[in-house]
C-alpha cells in the first residue's frame, strides 16, 4: 500500500508551533521568527520527510518557485556541448543557489520556454547573437530577465557580465610580458558577440599602447576553428610567437592541431585562452583568463530573488561587472 503523504499540519504538531507558522518558515517568511522555532520546523520536515506540494504552494503565493534557464540549440549537438561547459557549470551553481532560496530551474531551449512560460517566475539567459532575436518577445511576458552577458541593445533585463575589455587587456599584457612580440587574435566576426568585441577592444588598446598593430582572425570559435587556423598558418609558414583565442574552446582546438603538427608549446606556439572552462583547463594546463563562474551564479540567483519577490514597486534594473583573473599555465 502506497505511504501517505505528510501534511503540513503533522510537521506543524511535531515541531509544537501552528500550520501557519510552518506555512510562513516554508514561503520564506521567517525573517521575525526566532531561531529555535526555525531550528525545530526543519528538523520536523527533515524527520517526517515532508516534500512540499508545489501545486498548493503556488496557489497561495502566485508564485511556482521556478527559474527558467534558457540555453540555445547549440547545446545538443556534440561541438556546441563542449562550447557550452561554461554555461552548464553556471547551471549546476546556480541549481544549488536557487535551491536554498526555495526555488529549482528547468533548463529550456527558445522554444519551449514560449510554450511554458506560465511554467516560470523568472528568465535567466546566456547573451549570444542567438538569444538577441528573441528578446524583445521574451520581454513581453513580464517576468524578470537575467542575460548573463550583454546584448548589442538593451532591452530592460537585469544585466550580469564579467569585465571582457579587461580579459583582453590582460591576455595582451601577458602574452608580451613573456616575450611573445607576434601574436594573433582568434575572435568571431565583428557585431556578433558583443562581449567578445569587448574582448577584442581590450586586446587591441594593449597593444597600441605598447605600439604595436592588432592582427585578428574570425570564425565561429569553435574547436575546428582553433585546429584549422593552426593547420593552415603552419602550412603556409605564416605562424605566430602565440595565439590569443578569446575563448577556451578554440585554444583547445589550436592545441590539438599542436600535437598533431608535433609543435612545442609554448616554446614554438604559445596558447592563450579565455573563461577558464571548470575541469577541461586546468586538465590541459592551459593558461587561460578565468571568468568568475560561482560568483556570476551566486549574483544571479540573489538577483532574480529579489526581483520575483518584491511585493511593491519592480526592482530597478541592475547591471553588475566581475573582474576576471590570469591563470597562468603550462601553454604560455
Known amino acids: 500500500m502506497a505511504k501517505k503523504r505528510v501534511t503540513l499540519v503533522q510537521v506543524a504538531k511535531d515541531a509544537g508551533v501552528s500550520p501557519t507558522t510552518v506555512s510562513h518558515f ?10 529555535e522555532t526555525k531550528e525545530k520546523i526543519r528538523l520536523s520536515i527533515k524527520k517526517l520527510n515532508y516534500q512540499v506540494n508545489p501545486v498548493a504552494k503556488s496557489l497561495i503565493t502566485g508564485r511556482m518557485h521556478t527559474i527558467g534557464l534558457i540555453l540555445s540549440d547549440s547545446i545538443y549537438d556534440g561541438e556546441g556541448y563542449f562550447e557550452d561547459l561554461y554555461f552548464l557549470h553556471f547551471a549546476k ?7 536554498t532560496l526555495g526555488y529549482k ?9 514560449f510554450m511554458n512560460i506560465q511554467m516560470v517566475d523568472g528568465i535567466i539567459v546566456k547573451a549570444t547573437m542567438d538569444t538577441e532575436k528573441f528578446m524583445p518577445k521574451l520581454m513581453d511576458f513580464h517576468v524578470p530577465v537575467i542575460t548573463i552577458g ?8 537585469h544585466v550580469l557580465r564579467v569585465n571582457d575589455y579587461q580579459s583582453g587587456q590582460l591576455g595582451v599584457e601577458h602574452l608580451l ?10 575572435t568571431y566576426p565583428h557585431g556578433h558577440v558583443p562581449g567578445f568585441d569587448d574582448r577584442l577592444n581590450g586586446a587591441s588598446d594593449a597593444l597600441q599602447e605598447h605600439g604595436k598593430l ?3 582572425m574570425t570564425g565561429d570559435m569553435t574547436e575546428a576553428f582553433g585546429y584549422n587556423t593552426v593547420i593552415n598558418l603552419a602550412k603556409n609558414n605564416q605562424l605566430p610567437r602565440a595565439l590569443f583565442c578569446l575563448n577556451d574552446i578554440t585554444a583547445i582546438g589550436a592545441l ?3 600535437k598533431d603538427l608535433d609543435l612545442a608549446v609554448p616554446e614554438e606556439l604559445a596558447i592563450l585562452g579565455v573563461d577558464d572552462m571548470p575541469t577541461i583547463s586546468e586538465l590541459l594546463s592551459l593558461s587561460t583568463i578565468r571568468h568568475p563562474i560561482n560568483e556570476l551564479a551566486e ?6 530573488i529579489q526581483a520575483i519577490e518584491s511585493d511593491t514597486e519592480p526592482i530597478a534594473l541592475a547591471e553588475e561587472v566581475f573582474s576576471t583573473e590570469l591563470m597562468v599555465r603550462r601553454t604560455s
Open 93 to 99: 551553481v546556480i541549481k544549488q543557489q536557487l535551491k
Open 256 to 258: 590539438k592541431a599542436c
Open 177 to 186: 610580458s613573456r616575450g611573445y612580440e607576434h601574436l594573433i587574435i582568434l
Open 299 to 304: 549574483a544571479a540567483s540573489k538577483l532574480m
Open 214 to 216: 592588432t592582427t585578428v
Open 26 to 35: 516554508l514561503n520564506g517568511n521567517f525573517q521575525k521568527m526566532g531561531s
Open 150 to 157: 550583454r546584448h548589442n541593445l538593451a532591452y530592460g533585463a
Open 105 to 113: 530551474i528547468i533548463l529550456l531551449d527558445f522554444e519551449e520556454i
